[in-house]
C-alpha cells in the first residue's frame, strides 16, 4: 500500500521540513519530492503536511505517519539484507554530539549493532567543534553534530531553532548581568549565545562551563543560569525563558552528518549508520519533547 521511495521522502521532509532540503538530501528534484508526499497522501487518504510559502508542518496525521513509516522501511531493509546475505564488517569511529545524551540515539545504535554485528563501532561523544575538528585530522569516520545554517559542510538531519533555557524558578535581574551556562570554546552555541548577546549590548558572565550537557543540566536546574539549547532537545525539568526576561534572539542551528575519508572497511558501515539516522533522525528530537 505504501511505496518505500515515497516514505523515505516523506521522512525526508518531516526531519528537514523543508521540500528544497528533502530533495537536496535524496537528491531528487523538488517537484519529485512534492509528487511522492502527495501519492503517499492520497495513499493514506490524509493531509501529512501543512505547507505555505514560508513554513512546512506535521498534522496530526503526519505525526502518526512518522512510526509507521519508520517500521515500514526498517523491515523492508532487514528484508533487502537477509535475501542479498550482505554483511558488513570493519571498526566505524562515530562522533555524536553531546546534545544527544539525553536523547534516544542509543536505541538507534543498538538496532545497527544488531543489524551489523560484524562492525566493530566506536562512540565517541564531544562537543560539535571538536568532533568537526577530530573528524577533520582522519581520527572519527562519521560525526553528527551541529554546524551553523550558512555552513555548507554536513548532510542535513534537521534544522532546529535554538532557545533560552532555564529552571521554570530563574528570575532574571535586568539591571545585572546575565548568567550563562555553557560549553567550553569551541563550543558552537557557547559562541552564538555570546555574539547574540554582544549584538544586543547585553553584559553578561558565565556562571558554569562544563563539556558534558548532563553538568549543564545540573546547573540549570539549580538556577545557577540560562543556557542555549536547540528547541527540539529541551532536556526534562527545563522550559524556555519568558520573552519578557528581554534575552535576544539567538537564530538557529544545523543538525547534520559528516563523513570522513573513506577507508577500507569504514565506508560501508557509515554508510549503514547513516542511513539508519536518516530514517530514524526524527526520534532525536521529538522523543523529549
Known amino acids: 500500500m505504501y511505496d518505500p521511495a515515497q516514505l523515505r521522502t516523506f521522512l525526508a521532509v518531516a526531519q528537514t521540513l523543508s521540500f528544497t532540503q528533502a530533495a537536496r538530501r535524496l537528491g531528487l528534484r523538488q517537484s519529485t519530492v512534492s509528487q ?51 554483511r558488513i564488517g570493519g571498526r566505524l569511529r562515530f ?51 551541529k554546524r551553523r545554517p550558512e555552513d555548507p559542510r554536513g548532510e542535513l538531519v534537521w534544522h532546529d531553532d535554538l532557545v533560552w533555557i532555564g529552571s521554570e524558578r530563574l528570575r532574571l535581574d535586568p539591571e545585572r548581568p546575565v548568567p550563562l551556562i555553557v560549553y567550553p570554546p569551541p563550543g558552537i552555541t557557547r559562541a552564538l549565545a555570546l555574539e547574540a548577546l554582544d549584538r544586543r549590548g547585553r553584559a553578561w558572565r558565565v556562571a558554569c562551563t562544563s563539556g558534558s550537557l548532563n553538568g549543564l543540566v545540573a546547573a540549570a536546574r539549580a538556577g545557577l543560569g540560562v543556557m542555549a539549547h536547540s ?17 535576544p ?25 547513516a542511513a539508519a539516522i536518516l530514517a530514524g533522525g526524527d526520534r532525536l528530537h521529538r522523543a523529549r519533547r
Do not use: Y
Request: proline share 3%; charged share 25%.
Open 231 to 247: 528547541r527540539g532537545l529541551v532536556p526534562p525539568g527545563l522550559v524556555p525563558v519568558p520573552d519578557r526576561a528581554g534575552l
Open 95 to 145: 562522533g555524536a554530539s553531546e546534545d544527544f545524551v539525553l536523547t534516544r540515539l542509543t536505541d538507534i545504535l543498538e538496532t545497527f549493532r544488531h543489524e551489523h554485528p560484524d562492525v566493530d563501532l566506536e562512540l565517541t561523544v564531544e562537543l560539535s567543534g571538536t568532533l568537526h575538528e577530530r573528524l577533520a585530522a582522519g581520527k572519527l569516520d562519521l560525526v553528527l553534530a
Open 36 to 86: 511522492h508526499v502527495r501519492r503517499l497522501e492520497d495513499a493514506a487518504g490524509r493531509q501529512l503536511f501543512t505547507r505555505d510559502t514560508h513554513s512546512v508542518e506535521l498534522t496530526e496525521d503526519g505525526e502518526a505517519m512518522l512510526g509507521f513509516a519508520r517500521r515500514i522501511l526498517a523491515a523492508h531493509e532487514q528484508a533487502a539484507a537477509f535475501f542479498t546475505r550482505t
Open 249 to 273: 534572539e539567538l537564530g538557529s542551528v544545523d543538525f547534520v552528518l559528516l563523513h570522513g575519508e573513506r577507508r577500507t572497511g569504514a565506508g560501508g558501515a557509515a554508510d549503514a549508520l
